[in-house]
């Protein structure tokens, strides 16, 4: 027989390069964590921001997708024409939560070079 090699446990010290490996792996999903965890903590801490209508309508959010200022400019409300208003605000809502989603998925393929990991969503 070879020596060094056992027919139970093969190469002797091939447990020990695997152990290493897995040591290896295990820290690097934990920089992985950390760094998507500061990552998505820089973008809840920004604002996005859409206006609509000509810039009648604005809207802020931040990366945590809660509105956190809408500015309506007076010619922008006609009480003959509520609706309008309504789906300008809407209009400009949804586009600033379009903005967030987009960085927070461009910080977050940034990190996983655009893997698709199950269970992980942002």
Do not use: C
């Not at 070879?2 to 390069?17: I, P, Q, V």
């Not at 897995?22 to 990552?39: E, V, Y």
């Not at 609509?52 to 809207?59: L, M, S, Y």
């Not at 024409?81 to 809407?90: A, G, R, T």
């Amino acid at each position: 027989m070879a020596k060094g090699y056992s027919a139970r446990g093969g190469f002797s010290g091939g447990n020990n390069n695997m152990m290493r490996q897995q040591q290896q792996m295990q820290q690097k999903l934990m920089k992985m964590q950390q760094d998507m965890a500061k990552a998505q903590e820089e973008v809840e801490n920004s604002s996005f921001s859409a206006s609509v209508g000509g810039g009648v309508v604005q809207a802020t959010v931040n990366g945590k997708k809660e509105l956190t200022n809408l500015v309506i400019k007076p010619e922008a409300v006609d009480a003959e024409d509520v609706e309008m208003l309504q789906d300008l605000v809407i209009s400009a809502v949804n586009e600033a939560l379009r903005q967030a989603d987009a960085a927070m998925e461009s910080s977050m393929n940034s990190l996983t070079g655009g893997l698709n990991i199950p269970g992980l969503s942002f």
